[in-house]
Each structure stands twice: as C-alpha cells, then as structure tokens.
C-alpha cells in the first residue's frame, strides 16, 4: 500500500511540473510573439510603447508566477 501511494505521489508531481513547464513554455511564447510583432511595427504607428511592454512585462511575470506556485505546491 505505501508502495502505490508512493508512486501516485511521484505521477502526480511529474504531471505538476509538466503542466509548469508547459505554462511557462505558452507564456514565453506568447511575449515573443508580441515583442517581435510590436518591434517590426513602425514606432510612428504605436502610441505608448514603453507601456506596452510593461503590460507584457507583467503578464509574462504573472505567467511565470503561476507556474512557480504550481512547482511549490
């Protein structure tokens, strides 16, 4: 009985920091998406471009959070 327990606890920590690595692997992803489709277009055409970034900044710091809450649980 300890035996199984012991396996379902290692499954479900690897299935956790699968679901992490995928999370972070999405969110990082996704902000170079933005950052290189933000930075081929002309800067004349955007307004607030350091905010931009910063919203990016903090979605993909979020993103990460995430991930790292899921690793500590």
Not at 10 to 18: A, D, M, P
Not at 36 to 63: C, D, I, P
Request: net charge positive; glycine share 10%.
């Amino acid at each position: 009985m300890e035996q199984l327990v012991k396996t379902i606890a290692i499954n479900i920590g690897l299935l956790v920091e699968g679901f992490a690595a995928v999370i972070i692997a999405i969110a990082s992803a996704k902000a170079l998406f933005i950052y290189f489709k933000n930075y081929f277009v002309s800067y004349s055409l955007l307004e607030n471009t350091g905010r931009k970034y910063g919203e990016l900044r903090v979605q993909l710091g979020g993103s990460v959070a995430v991930a790292l809450e899921l690793l500590l649980g």
